[in-house]
């Protein structure tokens, strides 16, 4: 039986099980910071093709870090929104030091 988790608090500790493979974290980091780039680009020329560039970049590089690397199914498809939340608190804690992704 899948645990059901309330809350993001709960949730993360999780999540952080599901990413223990420095090259999934650095994937992840990678189509995070892509993601970032065309979201700010969205909001500068307002083209929405870069809200389909940051989707296929954030998404597509932490699936394939997850079918080919983890080899794990990917928290998205169970905990969207938390998932989503915690790939950004993932991607701040690496720029601090606290995942190693090298």
């Known amino acids: ?3 059901k988790y309330k809350t993001l608090k709960e949730f993360y ?11 999934t974290k650095l994937f992840h980091f990678i189509g995070t910071a892509l993601s970032i780039f065309f979201i700010i680009r969205l909001v500068i020329t307002l083209e929405p093709i870069n809200f389909v560039f940051a989707l296929l970049s954030g998404y597509g590089f932490a699936w394939v870090s997850h079918f080919f690397v983890e080899k794990n199914k990917p928290a998205t498809f169970t905990y969207p929104f938390y998932s989503l939340l915690s790939d950004y608190m993932m991607f701040w804690e690496i720029l601090k030091g606290k995942h190693k992704i090298f």
Not at 13 to 23: A, F, G, I, V
């Open 13 to 23: 500790p999780y999540y952080l099980t599901e990413h223990s493979d420095k090259t």
């Open 1 to 3: 039986m899948v645990k």
